[in-house]
């Protein structure tokens, strides 16, 4: 894998006429975990799309060495095309090398990805994620929709990305049980209400 790193300054946020997170800093290595803390609405799904260059920030800066893959609730799979010709079609075009099936869809392979149940469609994108050589993965809720066997599984899978020098940052409502794991709560970063007079 490529180096990486992530470098994040003084970053606002904003949707809309409402500046979600400001303030926000931390700089992400090999090897490195960030979970990206607090409760929903507060604005993770937006940072990380700042993150990926989806977003513009409204203020601060971000630099990125490596690249990024972001997994998000937008399932990046043709929902007409079975999943497994889905999944080979970003095989082929990140370059990637198969990485076996470590999330059970070698069964769905024939299964139209419309098809899929809310686990299948969230281990499909973990796969698509895995598969593709990014150094950087932008998880958003990650663990949402999987019972508590492929939720580890999906973090074990993290784990050995981060041992082979990529880096994590994951946005979660929800506990994670990742080894040196950096926690940023969110809610500091979340700017005081205007006092009106």
């Known amino acids: 894998?490529?180096?990486?790193?992530?470098?994040?300054?003084?970053?606002?946020?904003?949707?809309?006429?409402?500046?979600?997170v400001r303030g926000l800093r931390f700089v992400a290595g090999p090897g490195d975990a960030l979970h990206l803390a607090g409760p929903n609405?507060?604005?993770?799904?937006s940072v990380l799309r700042v993150l990926a260059g989806?977003?513009?920030?409204?203020?601060?800066r971000v630099e990125a060495i490596g690249t990024i893959a972001l997994s998000d609730e937008r399932l990046p799979l043709d929902g007409h095309r079975p999943l497994g010709q889905a999944l080979a079609f970003w095989r082929r075009i990140d370059g990637a090398v198969d990485t076996g099936d470590r999330f059970g869809l070698d069964d769905l392979a024939d299964v139209p990805v419309r098809y899929l149940s809310t686990g299948q469609r969230k281990r499909a994108g973990l796969a698509a994620l895995?598969?593709?050589?990014a150094g950087i993965w932008l998880l958003d809720e990650p663990l949402n929709g999987l019972d508590p066997?492929?939720?580890?599984?999906?973090?074990?899978?993290?784990?050995a990305h981060r041992a082979g020098g990529g880096i994590a940052v994951i946005a979660s409502h929800q506990p994670l049980a990742l080894a040196q794991l950096a926690v940023v709560s969110l809610l500091d970063h979340v700017p005081a209400p205007d006092i009106l007079p």
């Open 1 to 20: 894998m490529q180096p990486c790193r992530l470098t994040v300054d003084d970053l606002a946020c904003r949707r809309g006429d409402r500046v979600l």
């Open 149 to 159: 066997h492929w939720a580890g599984i999906a973090q074990s899978v993290i784990e």
């Open 41 to 45: 609405g507060i604005g993770k799904s």
């Open 130 to 133: 895995a598969a593709s050589g």
């Open 54 to 60: 989806l977003m513009r920030a409204y203020a601060g």
